[in-house]
């Protein structure tokens, strides 16, 4: 019923206003709102939606105080009022709240074509020029490759044909032939958008440039390596200087001169340990990266025996390029999905699999994708997907409150004498309360300086100089320090500090067992790297109680990722798995998928090439599957450790 929450986007902030909206919008059209929706007419459903042209006589009565009115009005329907405040909402997270209820259909007269009907019935070799867009680079590149012409027609094309193959040769050499020519360019990863770009300049033939890139090979199998340092190597050769942020060891050791940053992360870097070449950092014993490329410090592969706990069954899996496959996913495993870029990795845990159990549990995500159904959903209570994306979009958001320590910690602050004198409550030392909070900053520590159509600018707040409180909150102190210390300082720093209160150190010890002791707890989530924003989310699902019956997915959670930091990664992830749980992680990164329970290896090409299920098992038994690239560099590591 509406009243047990059948209207999701109305149902987390039912307010009064909207029941009783409702109510007499009912009263008119013959339900109330304990009818259960599947007794519903054809026509209520429309009016709840869609609203009525018609007249209502509404009643309303405040709650709070003795106000009561009525009024004769139309009803607009949910639909028409949640599209009115996303188009009028300044909000961006209020309007990323609305857009998870929407999405995009087809356009009923072209179809999802995009063009007129006389454009699309000019065709070569019986294609339009939507079906060519529809095709695979590669596939693409065949067709005009063996197109055929009349004399007449090779003369005119000749230029333009050189040109479209060049292209298409381009985005081919930088491991981009599994994407179709119309692919959304906001659906593009960021390692895509930055090899279309590198095609770009590689057909441009300039020379004297200096290209900086980060970390193109993100989304790229191994076998795909060799392709684009084969393509860095001949925009070097043109005359240009190509400067790469990466951790990627194959690009490592085919750069001219490496500059090593460190020794640490965070507060602990910032130093250049190293620069030199690849013979001379192996000699050098300071450096981390270094010694990973000797393979002293290599990630370890270790032996686990675990027990299967059930299994997750997708059957009949069809979206996309995925070619009607079933796929099982043992429970209490740590499961690498695995294959080449575009094979239809993230289709298949994603679209299919995150979403159908999203909308098992009743969290809001998108459709699930093209599946007949999924067995073995009663093994679980809960499905999490923990992504790069930012714990928070604003200088507010926090690792401290993102894992819940400082709740706990204000709570201490407001315990203390003077605060009790005072008659301060844990209100008084939050930052999102008026009572404590800097008046001219609002508790933001910084201003923001609009730039109109630069990126906004956030410059120190000149009355409490970044300490975000007034003077009376930051007068309360606990061992020498106040509120505003205790947010500056790091977690280790932190941990040390608070020793002796178990509820707020065992908080923080989540966040130092996961590699994260440098930051600083009121360190800004706009700060944070993706890879940092990721362990801060997996620290926080460590620190809940747990059933052991939680699915984690993860997305290439070593992106970004040093190798030292790829271990503690493997740590945490081991921990979840060792506390019963499953973990499914989308993986090219071989010290994962080596040390994985099982892998789900799909392809055996991207794009149409792609979308079956190459090889199942223990790293073990897909290193000896012949069929599978993947198999082919797990077994030269599994012989040789490199």
Same mark, same amino acid.
């Given at each position: 019923?509406?009243?047990?929450?059948?209207?999701?986007?109305?149902?987390?902030?039912f307010s009064?206003?909207?029941?009783?909206?409702?109510r007499?919008?009912?009263?008119?059209?013959?339900?109330?709102?304990?009818?259960?929706?599947?007794?519903?007419?054809?026509?209520?459903?429309?009016?709840?939606l869609?609203?009525?042209?018609?007249?209502?006589?509404?009643?309303?009565?405040?709650?709070t105080?003795?106000?009561?009115?009525?009024?004769?009005?139309?009803?607009?329907?949910?639909i028409?009022?949640?599209h009115?405040?996303?188009?009028?909402?300044?909000?961006?997270?209020?309007?990323?709240e609305?857009r998870?209820?929407?999405?995009?259909?087809p356009?009923?007269?072209?179809?999802?074509?995009?063009?007129?009907?006389?454009?699309?019935s000019?065709?070569?070799?019986?294609?339009?020029?939507?079906?060519?867009?529809?095709?695979?680079?590669?596939?693409?590149?065949?067709?005009?490759?063996?197109?055929k012409?009349?004399?007449?027609?090779?003369?005119i094309?000749?230029?333009?044909?050189?040109?479209?193959?060049?292209?298409?040769?381009?985005?081919?050499?930088?491991?981009?032939?599994?994407?179709?020519?119309?692919r959304?360019?906001?659906?593009?990863?960021?390692g895509?958008?930055?090899?279309?770009?590198?095609?770009?300049?590689?057909?441009?033939?300039?020379?004297?440039?200096?290209?900086v890139l980060?970390?193109?090979?993100?989304?790229?199998?191994?076998?795909?390596?060799?392709?684009?340092i084969?393509?860095?190597?001949?925009?070097?050769d043109?005359?240009?200087?190509?400067?790469?942020?990466?951790?990627?060891?194959?690009?490592?050791?085919?750069?001219?001169?490496i500059v090593?940053?460190?020794?640490?992360?965070?507060?602990?870097?910032?130093?250049?340990?190293?620069?030199?070449?690849?013979?001379?950092?192996?000699?050098?014993?300071?450096?981390?990266?270094?010694?990973?490329?000797?393979?002293?410090?290599?990630?370890?592969?270790?032996k686990?025996?675990?027990?299967?706990?059930?299994?997750?069954?997708?059957?009949?899996?069809?979206?996309?390029?995925?070619?009607?496959?079933?796929?099982?996913?043992?429970l209490?495993?740590?499961?690498?999905?695995?294959?080449?870029?575009?094979?239809?990795?993230s289709?298949?845990?994603?679209?299919?699999?995150?979403?159908?159990?999203?909308?098992?549990?009743?969290?809001?995500?998108?459709?699930?994708g093209?599946?007949?159904q999924?067995?073995?959903?009663?093994?679980?209570?809960k499905?999490?997907?923990?992504d790069?994306?930012?714990?928070?979009?604003?200088?507010?958001?926090?690792?401290?409150?993102?894992?819940?320590?400082?709740?706990?910690?204000?709570?201490?602050?407001?315990?203390?004498?003077?605060?009790?004198?005072?008659?301060?409550?844990?209100?008084?030392?939050?930052?999102?309360?008026?009572?404590?909070?800097?008046?001219?900053?609002?508790?933001?520590?910084?201003?923001?300086?609009?730039?109109?159509?630069?990126?906004?600018?956030?410059?120190?707040?000149?009355?409490?100089k970044?300490?975000?409180?007034?003077?009376?909150?930051?007068?309360v102190?606990?061992?020498?320090?106040?509120?505003?210390?205790?947010?500056?300082?790091?977690?280790?720093?932190?941990?040390?500090?608070?020793? #002796?209160?178990?509820? @707020? /150190?065992?908080?923080?010890q989540? +966040?130092?067992?996961?590699?994260? &002791?440098?930051? %600083?707890? !009121?360190?800004?989530?706009?700060?944070?790297?993706?890879?940092?924003?990721?362990?801060?989310?997996?620290?926080s699902?460590?620190?809940?109680?747990?059933?052991?019956k939680?699915?984690?997915m993860?997305?290439?959670?070593?992106?970004?990722?040093?190798?030292?930091?790829?271990?503690?990664?493997?740590?945490?992830?081991?921990?979840?798995?060792?506390l019963?749980?499953?973990?499914?992680?989308?993986?090219? #990164?071989?010290?994962? @998928? /080596?040390?994985?329970?099982w892998? +789900?290896?799909?392809?055996?090409? &991207?794009?149409? %090439?792609? !979308?079956s299920?190459?090889?199942?098992?223990?790293?073990?038994?897909?290193?000896?599957?012949?069929?599978?690239?993947?198999?082919?560099?797990?077994?030269?590591?599994?012989?040789?450790g490199?």
């Open positions: 019923s509406i009243l047990d929450g059948a209207i999701v986007p109305w149902s987390g902030r009064s206003f909207r029941r009783q909206t409702l007499d919008v009912g009263k008119k059209f013959g339900f109330d709102l304990l009818t259960p929706i599947n007794k519903m007419s054809t026509k209520q459903l429309q009016v709840i869609y609203g009525t042209d018609q007249a209502v006589r509404f009643s309303y009565e405040s709650q105080t003795d106000s009561r009115w009525q009024y004769t009005n139309t009803f607009s329907g949910v028409p009022s949640l009115k405040n996303f188009v009028e909402t300044d909000s961006e997270s209020k309007r990323e609305l998870k209820f929407m999405r995009e259909t356009c009923n007269s072209c179809r999802g074509r995009r063009l007129k009907d006389e454009a699309l000019v065709r070569i070799n019986e294609k339009s020029i939507m079906d060519v867009c529809d095709l695979s680079i590669d596939a693409c590149h065949d067709f005009f490759q063996s197109l012409l009349s004399e007449t027609e090779k003369y094309a000749k230029s333009v044909l050189k040109e479209i193959l060049s292209r298409l040769e381009f985005l081919k050499n930088v491991g981009l032939n599994y994407l179709t020519l119309n959304v360019s906001a659906t593009l990863s960021g895509e958008s930055q090899r279309i770009r590198l095609a770009t300049q590689i057909g441009s033939n300039l020379t004297g440039v200096l290209y980060d970390e193109p090979t993100i989304g790229l199998h191994q076998r795909d390596n060799a392709k684009l084969k393509t860095l190597t001949k925009l070097r043109l005359g240009n200087t190509i400067l790469v942020v990466e951790h990627d060891e194959e690009v490592i050791r085919n750069s001219d001169w090593d940053l460190g020794p640490g992360a965070g507060v602990h870097g910032g130093s250049v340990v190293f620069e030199g070449t690849v013979s001379q950092i192996l000699n050098n014993h300071k450096s981390v990266t270094g010694e990973y490329l000797k393979h002293h410090n290599a990630i370890k592969l270790v686990k025996t675990r027990k299967q706990k059930g299994k997750l069954l997708v059957k009949g899996a069809s979206e996309n390029n995925l070619k009607n496959i079933d796929v099982e996913f043992p209490g495993f740590m499961i690498a999905v695995t294959g080449v870029s575009g094979s239809g990795k289709t298949l845990v994603n679209d299919i699999l995150y979403n159908a159990l999203s909308a098992h549990f009743h969290i809001i995500s998108e459709r699930p093209k599946h007949r999924i067995l073995g959903v009663e093994h679980i209570d499905v999490i997907g923990i790069q994306s930012p714990i928070g979009r604003t200088p507010r958001s926090n690792p401290a409150t993102y894992i819940g320590a400082f709740t706990p910690i204000r709570e201490l602050y407001s315990n203390t004498e003077l605060a009790k004198e005072r008659g301060y409550t844990p209100g008084q030392f939050s930052f999102n309360v008026a009572d404590g909070r800097c008046f001219a900053c609002e508790g933001d520590g910084v201003k923001k300086i609009e730039m109109q159509f630069l990126s906004d600018v956030y410059v120190i707040c000149d009355e409490c970044g300490k975000r409180y007034n003077s009376e909150t930051l007068s102190l606990y061992k020498g320090k106040n509120i505003s210390d205790v947010l500056s300082m790091t977690v280790d720093e932190a941990l040390e500090f608070f020793a #002796n209160i178990p509820a @707020i /150190k065992r908080k923080l989540t +966040i130092a067992d996961v590699g994260l &002791g440098y930051i %600083k707890l !009121g360190q800004a989530a706009t700060t944070l790297s993706g890879g940092e924003a990721q362990r801060v989310k997996l620290a699902e460590l620190s809940k109680r747990d059933t052991g939680t699915v984690y993860l997305d290439e959670p070593t992106t970004g990722l040093h190798f030292a930091d790829v271990q503690k990664l493997l740590d945490v992830l081991n921990r979840l798995v060792n019963g749980n499953t973990v499914i992680i989308i993986e090219h #990164n071989m010290d994962v @998928i /080596k040390n994985s329970d892998i +789900i290896d799909l392809g055996p090409e &991207g794009g149409d %090439k792609g !979308g299920v190459v090889a199942f098992g223990t790293p073990e038994q897909i290193s000896q599957d012949p069929g599978s690239y993947t198999g082919q560099y797990l077994n030269r590591i599994l012989r040789y490199n």
